[in-house]
């Protein structure tokens, strides 16, 4: 057997140099590939995914993200999330995201919370404008530069408050 040499390092520097090293891998995650409607193989079966996001860091680890896709008319249900958590379970992905026309139930944003799958809501980009004119619905104006659409991350805070970040080409 090869004895591995131990560093020299404090517990703290050894934090720091493995952040260093991650966010140095950001700047160059390689071979990330997006396919949509695949199907991926579980431990009890066959699952078709919306998307999938696959990228390795660090010179060879994969990650492996699950998407669905909900065109809905309600708001996404608790159990859509738990079904995209098994899915993440089975496959041995690492990471989970719901993206949703039509927002989410206060259940299904706590469990993703708790399991750390993430909540994105996708809007018309005219819905980012907005004007003073009380109860008067406006397009935005011509020359103004608005996405076609643009989407929310919708997480909850501890305190089970929701948090909207802005996501668009220029805000990603």
Same mark, same amino acid.
């Given at each position: =057997?090869?004895?591995?040499?131990?560093a020299a390092i404090t517990p703290t520097e050894f934090e720091n140099q493995v952040k260093i090293w991650l966010e140095t891998a950001a700047e160059s995650t390689i071979k990330f590939n997006v396919t949509a409607r695949r199907k991926l193989r579980g431990s009890s079966g066959e699952?078709?995914?919306?998307?999938?996001?696959?990228?390795?860091?660090?010179?060879g680890a994969k990650i492996i993200v699950l998407v669905e896709c909900k065109y809905y008319?309600?708001?996404? *249900? =608790?159990d859509v999330v738990m079904l995209l958590n098994a899915k993440i379970q089975e496959i041995g992905a690492h990471k989970g995201i719901v993206f949703a026309t039509s927002g989410f139930q206060s259940g299904a944003l706590e469990y993703a919370r708790v399991?750390?799958?993430?909540?994105?809501?996708?809007?018309?980009?005219?819905?980012?404008?907005?004007? *003073?004119?009380?109860?008067?619905r406006r397009s935005?104006?011509?020359?103004l530069d608005v996405p076609r659409f643009a989407c929310w991350f919708i997480s909850l805070t501890s305190e089970n408050l929701e948090r909207h970040q802005l996501v668009t080409e220029a805000h990603t």
């Open positions: =057997r090869h004895q591995i040499e131990t699952y078709e995914i919306d998307a999938v996001a696959e990228f390795e860091i660090l010179g008319t309600s708001p996404v *249900k =608790r399991h750390g799958i993430a909540t994105v809501n996708v809007v018309d980009g005219d819905t980012l404008y907005e004007t *003073k004119a009380q109860g008067v935005p104006p011509p020359w």
